[in-house]
């Protein structure tokens, strides 16, 4: 069995790290922090792990060296004692956008300040399977994603990687999402009287997590909107780009077809018929799933791309499993293998 730390455990996303990994075969989480229920049981924090772990939560000042640790810390954190921690830790996986970005002026671009440790930014793998999976491997250290950039890649990546999409032209993401991407702490924003029943535009553009999809996509001009609306988890991106001339749909359905084929997570959805015709997140809370669908008017050479995840999942701690478990050589699939509810 193979030892885990979780720096960020009372979170949410630092919660569902600790879920899926108490359901995992070769890891076993063996210490987890959190400063503000420091002593306590984790279950007085996620009630959903009672009777699962009787772990506490510890100071992050006391953790041990362990095989693996996650990084579960709002943005900014992991960057100010990431040498630190690489001196007790063979793999870290750092869910926060510290280490996404490629460069240094990129990060300072978007994140309005200065990086704290600019040359560990090339020794981080960006932690999408789907897109870095040999580099992955290879890897002792990978970053996080972004969960509306993750929507948003996961929806057109498929189109990009077939050679059918027109790089020159605008690539613009509607992203729809729940109130859970702001984690646990609360803000006015997220008081439930004025998050409830709300589908609320907070970025019409210039969103962070632009900055990950621009560096993935390759595309000249990216734009993504950013919408809250009444879910708890759960992130709906709608892409629209032009495909180059003559592209059919025929070689739409091949292109997510094929990406589906390669990646034990990626789903197609687009039915003729039903009320599930399209991707969509209800159904995928606390699965790593991300479904993917799309529509083409091919005279026009607009093509739509959709992708549905939960955010906490394949957005953050999803991904961040199915990372670990390529870093130590273990079949990706580990300890995720929940599809979701139905009805939800
Ligand atoms: N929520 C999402 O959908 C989502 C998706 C993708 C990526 N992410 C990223 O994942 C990271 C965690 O997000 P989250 O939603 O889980 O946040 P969260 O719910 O706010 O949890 C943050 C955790 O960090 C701990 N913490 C805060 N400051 C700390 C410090 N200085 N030292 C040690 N521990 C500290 C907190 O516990 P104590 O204060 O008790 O120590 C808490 O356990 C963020 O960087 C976020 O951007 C989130």
Redesign the pocket.
Known sequence: MLSATI??????????VLRILLQHPHVQVTQI??????GQFVYSVHPNLRKQSELK?IS?DAIEPTDIVF?????G??QKKIGELAGKFNYIVD????FRLKDAATYQKWYGEEHQAPEWLDKFVYGLPEIYREEIKQAKYVS????NA?ASNLAMFPLVKAGLIDLSQPMIFEVK??S??????GNPGSHHPERANVIRTYAAYGHRHTAEVMQILGAKQVSLTMTSVDLVRG?LATGHATVNSGVTKKEVWGAYRQFSKENPFIRVVKEVKGIYRMPEPKILAGSNYADVGFDIDEENKHVIAICAID??MK???GSAVQCMNLMLGLDETEGMRFCGLHPA
């Open positions: 720096i960020g455990g009372s979170g949410y996303t630092g919660g569902e922090t959190s400063r503000q229920y420091l939560f992050p990084l579960a810390l709002p943005h954190e992991a869910l926060s956008a510290d996080g994603v972004g969960c993750t999402s729940g859970s991407e702001g984690g646990a702490s992130a955010n906490l957005g953050a701690a």
